[in-house]
């Protein structure tokens, strides 16, 4: 007999929960944990109304059920890319980039301010359990609103004017969240690649919850899984986005089957998914995906080699040639997909640095243009794109429908004598015998760029581009580093110049937070100083006193409290003449291609599409719980 998953090791040390000796918990629940139940009947394990695809209007075909899927991934942490690319929300993007509900049922957004949620009937949580409005009443009651859980208090997209929401439960499947004023950030994160947690099964995680669990209880369990407060407990065990733990149920299409420390790791297909196809085939169609790690260094050779069935990650235009070589030895298809960033390298010249003379100088808008100017784009394109990216400044791509040519073409052209007109202009007139400018201090002009050290791409260019700043007299170094060193000297100052893409969200809709076009975050390398002040809620960092970047953040404030598609629509153009005329980062090309690998035998798996963490989610918004295996090739 086919039996429900239950949780062996918490049941050999935790007897009987204080929560449900103390009659806390509605019989459901009980009845869940301590009793081994048949799964039900499959037409059982759907939702009434499970959400419909249409492959057929998707230009895509039905499949069959079955098949296993290789992946290669770079660490543990990087089996977070099933939670990314499964793409199962809340509400979430279609393929067009349009908002439509997934798991709900159906949603309505009243002013912008008041949305309610409705929830499918007879909708279950992997392991069984049904979802109700008791799921996001835990998460808001239980966590949202516990300090211990929240020390640094709600996530941003829980406020709007400074404001948390008031939650409601209408009935077992309808909750509402209610603002004093618009939050048109709430519904892009529920649909975000890394989504806002606002639902947690509380049928499996009560058990880690200091209300429903007694002391002695909670204590054998921070024994157990080696923690040292309660909290940290219920956070291991609730992590959803990189799913480590095997027993927390998920709504995704596969739930991981590994607990880690693992060299592999098995995501089983979770058999209540709420997706059906057009003949009413419960997706996902895929058995089980397995993820193997492997050094980021060889991904791409083992890919090549045949042993991946779908690997986008860990492989790069570079790599296209040896990837498209493989299909002569396995039955294995290549595509190339554009990246959506909006820029595939970018330079950022940190306008918080610690060195006052080069500080001094980035904030002038005629330096940055100048250094925009100086660079020969077409021939970075030709040698390290192949002539195949679109040269352009870190802009939106002409799949926004917020494009417009003016931001892409903003000081992008070749023109090395206006860069010279400018530098002189700015007051860099002073030359030593090798033609380098002088700064005002006597130094050289030697701008150290520095880098994650993550790609060769990236030194590639930046090589080209020290032939191009040579000719307007800048000296170019080139420093690598760790990632996370990288970030902490940056926001330290240390870091003059970076290297690192550009906007994460090169195909934006008016809905989506403009955010990334302002100080708003300390990963934002040409500002990291000013975007800590306004991620900290101005208690660390400092205020911009650029009045271009004021100007950004106020416009940012003013979307937040727009509910007119126009209005929105009005401020983000601003905002995007604002960044683009103003240089803030140094964008080189963009449309940038990305391989795709798939199986021959693996259908529905488009050959054009758009790839970037933002909005696309890498792969998920064009379903992988379609793609489907058959004995003939795709």
């Known amino acids: 007999m086919i039996t429900r998953r239950t949780s062996l090791g918490l049941l050999a040390s935790v007897l009987l929960p204080g929560a449900a000796r103390a009659g806390l918990l509605q019989p459901?629940?009980?009845?869940?944990?301590?009793?081994?139940?048949?799964?039900?009947?499959?037409?059982?394990?759907?939702?009434?109304?499970?959400?419909?695809?249409?492959?057929?209007?998707?230009?895509?075909?039905?499949?069959?059920?079955?098949?296993?899927?290789?992946?290669?991934?770079?660490?543990?942490?990087?089996?977070?890319?099933?939670?990314?690319?499964?793409?199962?929300?809340?509400?979430?993007?279609?393929?067009?980039?349009?908002?439509?509900?997934?798991?709900?049922?159906?949603?309505?957004?009243?002013?912008?301010?008041?949305?309610?949620?409705?929830?499918?009937?007879?909708?279950?949580?992997?392991?069984?359990?049904?979802?109700?409005?008791?799921?996001?009443?835990?998460?808001?009651?239980?966590?949202?609103?516990?300090?211990?859980?929240?020390?640094?208090?709600?996530?941003?997209?829980?406020?709007?004017?400074?404001?948390?929401?008031?939650?409601?439960?209408?009935?077992?499947?309808?909750?509402?969240?209610?603002?004093?004023?618009?939050?048109?950030?709430?519904?892009?994160?529920?649909?975000?690649?890394?989504?806002?947690?606002?639902?947690?099964?509380?049928?499996?995680?009560?058990?880690?919850?200091?209300?429903?669990?007694?002391?002695?209880?909670?204590?054998?369990?921070?024994?157990?899984?080696?923690?040292?407060?309660?909290?940290?407990?219920?956070?291991?065990?609730?992590?959803?986005y990189r799913p480590e733990n095997p027993e927390l149920p998920t709504l995704d299409p596969w739930r991981n089957t590994t607990a880690p420390p693992a060299e592999q790791f098995i995501f089983e297909r979770n058999p209540y998914f709420h997706r059906v196809d057009e003949n009413g085939v419960q997706l996902p169609y895929v058995d089980r995906f397995v993820l193997n790690i492997s050094s980021s260094e060889i991904i791409a050779a083992k890919t090549g080699a045949g042993e991946s069935d779908l690997q986008s990650t860990g492989i790069d235009f570079v790599d296209y040639s040896f990837l498209k070589d493989s299909e002569k030895r396995y039955p294995v298809k290549v595509n190339l997909w554009k990246r959506t960033q909006g820029s595939r390298v970018n330079l950022l010249p940190n306008l918080n640095?610690?060195?006052?003379?080069?500080?001094?100088?980035?904030?002038?808008?005629?330096?940055?243009?100048?250094?925009?100017?100086?660079?020969?784009?077409?021939?970075?394109?030709?040698?390290?794109?192949?002539?195949?990216?679109?040269?352009?400044?870190?802009?939106?791509?002409?799949?926004?429908?917020?494009?417009?040519?003016?931001?892409?073409?903003?000081?992008?052209?070749?023109?090395?004598?206006?860069?010279?007109?400018?530098?002189?202009?700015?007051?860099?007139?002073?030359?030593?015998?090798?033609?380098?400018?002088?700064?005002?201090?006597?130094?050289?002009?030697?701008?150290?760029?520095?880098?994650?050290?993550?790609?060769?791409?990236?030194?590639?260019?930046?090589?080209?581009?020290?032939?191009?700043?040579?000719?307007?007299?800048?000296?170019?170094?080139?420093?690598?580093?760790?990632?996370?060193?990288?970030?902490?000297?940056?926001?330290?100052?240390?870091?003059?110049?970076?290297?690192?893409?550009?906007?994460?969200?090169?195909?934006?809709?008016?809905?989506?937070?403009?955010?990334q076009l302002a100080p708003t975050g300390d990963a934002q390398l040409q500002w990291p100083v000013w975007g800590m002040h306004y991620l900290s809620g101005q208690t660390k960092g400092e205020a911009p006193d650029l009045p271009e970047a004021v100007r950004l953040l106020e416009l940012l404030g003013n979307w937040r409290h727009a509910v007119d598609i126009g209005e929105q629509t009005r401020i983000w153009g601003e905002m995007l003449h604002i960044f683009t005329q103003q240089v803030f980062s140094i964008g080189i090309v963009n449309g940038a291609l990305q391989p795709v690998l798939h199986s021959a035998k693996l259908h529905n798996v488009p050959t054009e599409g758009l790839y970037g963490f933002e909005p696309t989610c890498y792969l998920g918004v064009y379903m992988p719980d379609t793609f489907w295996y058959s004995d003939e090739v795709s």
Request: glycine share 6%; net charge negative; hydrophobic share 40%.
């Open 28 to 240: 459901e629940y009980q009845r869940h944990y301590f009793r081994t139940e048949p799964l039900p009947d499959p037409n059982d394990r759907l939702p009434v109304n499970p959400r419909r695809i249409d492959l057929a209007a998707m230009g895509r075909e039905p499949g069959r059920p079955g098949g296993t899927v290789r992946m290669l991934i770079g660490s543990q942490k990087d089996i977070r890319l099933m939670t990314i690319n499964g793409y199962s929300r809340l509400v979430g993007y279609d393929e067009k980039l349009q908002l439509q509900p997934d798991i709900l049922e159906s949603f309505d957004v009243q002013e912008g301010r008041i949305f309610t949620f409705k929830l499918r009937k007879n909708h279950r949580w992997s392991d069984g359990s049904h979802l109700t409005s008791k799921d996001f009443q835990y998460c808001w009651e239980d966590v949202v609103l516990n300090e211990d859980l929240r020390p640094g208090g709600l996530p941003t997209y829980f406020l709007a004017d400074g404001k948390p929401p008031r939650f409601e439960v209408l009935d077992e499947l309808t909750v509402r969240y209610t603002w004093d004023s618009p939050n048109p950030d709430f519904l892009p994160n529920l649909a975000a690649a890394s989504p806002a947690t606002i639902v947690l099964p509380f049928a499996y995680m009560w058990q880690f919850h200091r209300k429903y669990q007694d002391d002695f209880r909670i204590s054998a369990l921070m024994k157990q899984y080696r923690v040292k407060k309660w909290a940290d407990l219920h956070i291991k065990m609730s992590r959803s």
């Open 353 to 515: 640095c610690s060195d006052a003379v080069w500080r001094a100088l980035f904030r002038d808008v005629r330096v940055r243009r100048a250094l925009s100017l100086a660079i020969d784009r077409h021939e970075i394109n030709m040698v390290a794109f192949f002539g195949l990216a679109r040269e352009a400044a870190d802009s939106i791509l002409p799949e926004s429908p917020l494009y417009k040519p003016e931001y892409a073409e903003a000081w992008a052209a070749h023109d090395p004598d206006q860069a010279n007109a400018l530098l002189d202009e700015v007051g860099l007139t002073e030359r030593n015998s090798d033609g380098i400018r002088l700064l005002p201090d006597g130094r050289m002009a030697q701008i150290i760029v520095e880098t994650a050290g993550e790609s060769t791409l990236e030194t590639d260019v930046l090589e080209l581009v020290t032939d191009h700043w040579a000719k307007i007299g800048i000296s170019l170094f080139i420093k690598t580093s760790q990632r996370d060193v990288f970030r902490s000297r940056a926001m330290g100052g240390d870091i003059v110049m970076s290297m690192w893409s550009g906007l994460d969200n090169g195909v934006p809709t008016a809905e989506m937070n403009p955010g």
